[in-house]
């Protein structure tokens, strides 16, 4: 079964804000990773934060780790149309880096 | 830079044929992963090479997928005979020496009928 697991979907007016969720559940030290994939394309990397650290922002885009809960949300200010894609939350061990990824979230973005 | 390359992007072939996808790193990058992505999931780890050698390959099937990636470059990925359950997006991703950030490629759709 997923060791990650995410809502699958969510639908959000242009402007607003969205906010993805993600739970993992691997407890040792470990990077967690927002990637996004549009129709066709593979993924891209949009951000990670390692696991003990609380917050990390770049530009629009925010993670959150509540290491307790072992929660993971990215929230995307300012939602636009070319948002709209589905998006991967993922883990991975500091010592050999493979990826675990949730089945994704698809976010759609209406005018 | 250029990026992960693959082909071809799009495969149909019927159950019992074999087939194979082609992937090209970015340059200088040592490890390459292949995945599985079914529709409506994430992806899975198939196989991860360091240049020609294999670090994982314990969820690849290999009574009928195997892979190889003879120079420490390009890799190949193979399967053999296909399965209906084998329709899925195969992603290819590399990373540069002690990076843990995975570049993609955009991926073979493969359609087995």
């Known amino acids: 079964g997923e060791d990650v697991e995410q809502s699958l979907f969510l639908s959000v007016r242009e402007g607003d804000s969205s906010v993805i969720n993600c739970t993992y559940t691997?407890?040792?030290?470990?990077?967690l990773y927002w990637y996004k994939q549009e129709p066709g394309a593979g993924l891209q990397l949009l951000t990670y934060?390692?696991?003990?650290?609380d917050m990390k922002q770049d530009q629009r885009l925010t993670v959150l780790l509540n290491k307790k809960d072992k929660h993971l949300s990215l929230r995307i200010a300012d939602t636009q149309t070319g948002d709209s894609a589905i998006y991967f939350c993922a883990e991975s061990p500091t010592n050999d880096y493979k990826l675990s990824f949730g089945a994704g979230t698809t976010v759609t973005v209406r005018a | 830079e250029a990026g992960v390359a693959q082909s071809p992007r799009y495969k149909i072939i019927e159950k019992r044929q074999s087939v194979a996808f082609w992937c090209n790193p970015i340059s200088g990058h040592a490890t390459l992963y292949w995945y599985q992505q079914i529709l409506g999931q994430g992806p899975k780890l198939l196989i991860q090479f360091q240049n020609n050698g294999v670090v994982d390959d314990s969820q690849l099937p290999k009574d009928r997928f195997s892979a190889e990636r003879l120079k420490g470059v390009d890799s190949t990925l193979k399967i053999q005979p296909a399965k209906l359950e084998d329709s899925a997006v195969y992603l290819c991703a590399s990373t540069g020496q002690g990076s843990n950030e995975q570049f993609f490629g955009p991926g073979t759709r493969l359609t087995v009928l």
């Open positions: 934060i390692f696991s003990n650290m």
């Open positions: 691997d407890s040792s030290s470990t990077y």
